[in-house]
């Protein structure tokens, strides 16, 4: 009974360390698929997180592209502005030199079209200064939200 027992002891143990090196197996399996998993969404976020990078960059060089636009658009129109006002500076004086050989009707005709003239600047400059009041409050207003 002894040498029968022996034997059912050890197809038991060859059974338990068999099964016991299969399970081994199934758990290597499943912690290698873990970590192929965790490394594949390592991967994922990683290429997000680049993805959402180059978005931003490119978000910031268009902003600095358009800004360079901007300030040589600006230039030119300043510049523009700076050749009109200079013009207009010469013909003043152009002016101021002949009304004072002028006839009197034509000097009160030009000083009623110049208080027109000027009235007209006057209510302009007013609503860009409206305009500019209202800008500087949004751009405050913007600051003063902003997370921080």
Known sequence: MIPQLAIALAILLAGFGSGWTVQGWKMATQLTQVKLEAQKEKADGLQKALDQTATWKKEYDDAIKEAKSRVVRNGALAAAARAESDRL????????????????????????????????????????????????????????????
């Open 89 to 148: 500076r010469d013909q003043l004086a152009n002016t101021n030199a002949r009304l004072a050989t002028a006839p009197v009707d034509a000097v009160r005709r030009y000083a009623t079209t110049a208080s027109a003239v000027l009235d007209e600047c006057q209510r302009d400059y007013q609503g860009m200064a409206e305009k500019a009041d209202g800008h500087a409050a949004d751009t405050l207003k913007l600051q003063q939200a902003w997370p921080k």
